[in-house]
C-alpha cells in the first residue's frame, strides 16, 4: 500500500494505492493525443506518465453531489470508497483473472482510491502503456474479409478460454482489447462474471455475450457465435 500526490494536468491528487508495483517515486500524469483516442472508444478519462510508460485510467462518480446528494453518499462515497467498491479494484481482480485464464493483459502498476469528497474521480487504476498495440476495433476495420475471419478466431478463442476457466466478459466488443504488432490480443478492459455451472446455462450466457451492435453487424455475430460454440463444445469433450 503506498500514498501518491499524482499531479493530473494542472491539479493535484491524492490517492491510496493498492499492490503498487514498479511505481517511480514521482508519478506525474497528463492528457495527451494517445489518452484522447483512448477516451474516444469509451467512458473513462485516461492519462500518460511523462516517460508513455505508465496508463493511468480513472473513473468518474456516477451521481453528481448537489444533483443526487443521497445517491452520491451512498454509492460514491460510502460503497465505492470506504467500502471499496470501486471500479479499478473491481478491474484489478478481473484483471488477475483473465490473466489466471493465460490471456494476455498489460501489466498492472496497482489500483488506487481517493477518500476526498472533492475528488470525483475517485477510481484509479494504473497500467502499463504497450507502445506496440493498436485499439482492437481500428484494427477490425482495417483488415480485409479474410483478416477479419482470422481476427474473430483469435477473438473467440480467448473468449473461450476465460469461459473455461469460469468466467464471462461482461461487455464484449473489440475495443476492450488491443492488438499487438504482431497479432496477439491484449485485454485492456477486464469486467467478467461466474458462469452459471450448468452446461446449457453457460452456452446460453456465452452466447447473449455476442452482439451484432458491438462485432460490427449480423454476419459478424453469427461467425463469431459458430466459432464460440465450436470452442464451446471442446470444452466439454
Known amino acids: 500500500m503506498k500514498l501518491l500526490d499524482i499531479p493530473f494536468d494542472d491539479r ?3 490517492y491510496l494505492v493498492f499492490h503498487a508495483d514498479g511505481l517511480p517515486a514521482r ?11 483512448f477516451e474516444a472508444v469509451g467512458s473513462s478519462r485516461f492519462y500518460l506518465s511523462q516517460d508513455s510508460q505508465i496508463l493511468a485510467k480513472v473513473v468518474p462518480d456516477k451521481f453528481a453531489k448537489r444533483q443526487a446528494p443521497l445517491s452520491w453518499l451512498s454509492r460514491d462515497y460510502l460503497e465505492k470508497r470506504w467500502l471499496m467498491q470501486s471500479d479499478a479494484r473491481k478491474e484489478f481482480l478481473s484483471l488477475r483473472i483473465l ?10 502498476h496497482g489500483w488506487g482510491l481517493s477518500l476526498n469528497p472533492a475528488n470525483r474521480y475517485a477510481s484509479l487504476l ?4 504497450r507502445h506496440d498495440a493498436r485499439p482492437g476495433g481500428e484494427v477490425f476495420d482495417s483488415l480485409d474479409e479474410a483478416g477479419r475471419e482470422q ?13 473455461r476457466a469460469g468466467y464471462v466478459h461482461r461487455d464484449l466488443h473489440y475495443n476492450n482489447l488491443l492488438v499487438a504488432d504482431d497479432g496477439s490480443l491484449i485485454w485492456i478492459d477486464a469486467h467478467v462474471r461466474r458462469l452459471p455451472r450448468k452446461k446449457a446455462d453457460q452456452w446460453s450466457v456465452l452466447k447473449k455475450s455476442l452482439t451484432s451492435r ?3 453487424g449480423s454476419r459478424y455475430l453469427e461467425a463469431s457465435r459458430k466459432i464460440l460454440y465450436n470452442a464451446f463444445e471442446k470444452m466439454h469433450d
Open 12 to 14: 493535484r491528487r491524492r
Open 27 to 37: 508519478l506525474r500524469l497528463a492528457s495527451t493525443s494517445t489518452t484522447a483516442a
Open 99 to 108: 490473466q489466471r485464464a493465460r490471456l494476455t493483459t498489460p501489466r498492472c
Open 126 to 129: 494504473l497500467m502499463e502503456h
Open 151 to 163: 481476427f474473430l478466431e483469435r477473438f473467440c478463442q480467448e473468449v473461450a478460454m476465460l469461459a
Open 214 to 216: 458491438k462485432l460490427r
